[in-house]
């Protein structure tokens, strides 16, 4: 129980010292949502890059925030997919054990 409580007070502390923590805004000029948008594109593809250079990122530092971060994500989803997803049912006949179609049915 005592090193329960001691890794939650250590977790809090931890939480509130991230609180604390700054950074600089983005200027004008600095990436923005469409920038974003293909940091988050080419992302994996950056990634693989700057396990072999220094002067490669995947993320644009610093940026002008919640719109780089929103484009990022919308760039980086578009290699899962996004949530889309193709069902397609099968019905057997128990009968027969053949595959029918829907048209079949």
Known sequence: MKKALLTIAALTSLCLLAACATRPMGGPHDPALV???????????SFV??????TIRMYAYPNIGR????????GLSA????AS??????YIDR????????EDR
């Open 95 to 102: 009968r027969t054990g053949r595959t029918l179609d829907i």
């Open 67 to 74: 719109w780089y971060d929103l484009g990022f994500l919308m």
């Open 79 to 82: 290699w899962g997919g996004g």
């Open 35 to 45: 920038r974003g948008i293909i940091d988050g594109l080419l992302a994996p593809i």
């Open 49 to 54: 890059i700057s396990l072999f250079s220094d």
């Open 85 to 90: 997803t193709v069902t397609r049912y099968v």
